[in-house]
Nanobody
Framework: QVQLVVSGGGLVQPGGSLRLSCAAS????????WGWYRQAPGKQREMVAV???????NYADSVKGRFTISGDNAKNTVFLQMNSLKPEDTAVYYC???????????WGQGTQVTVSS
């Protein structure tokens, strides 16, 4: 059984930082592309960042230069470091795993990130 367990969300002030973690089990980590998606109230779910097993990454234009995705094959964990957070980053963030950068096979539970003063 595949499980993606997300942690690290919360409330942060504008300009602050948060790091999300996604611990995977029941899946061969290096065989998948790992990603983070988010969904803000009233908006469609969108890709935030993805990373392949060889370290190739892709980011949404809105987070480039502020967010960094990384994976730790030894710990079966993927991270999303979020810096210079803005109120428009407020959303529920989801961890994903899939066969390609654009196809998602598995979703983790969401974690709320709220950026507000």
């Amino acid at each position: 059984q595949v499980q993606l367990v997300v942690s690290g969300g919360g409330l942060v002030q504008p300009g602050g930082s948060l790091r999300l973690s996604c611990a995977a089990s029941g899946i061969i980590f290096r065989f998948y592309v790992w990603g983070w998606y988010r969904q803000a109230p009233g908006k469609q779910r969108e890709m935030v960042a993805v990373v392949t097993s060889d370290g190739s990454t892709n980011y949404a234009d809105s987070v480039k230069g502020r967010f960094t995705i990384s994976g730790d094959n030894a710990k079966n964990t993927v991270f999303l470091q979020m810096n210079s957070l803005k109120p428009e980053d407020t959303a529920v963030y989801y961890c994903t795993a899939g066969p390609t950068m654009t196809v998602v096979a598995y979703w983790g539970q969401g974690t709320q990130v709220t950026v507000s003063s």
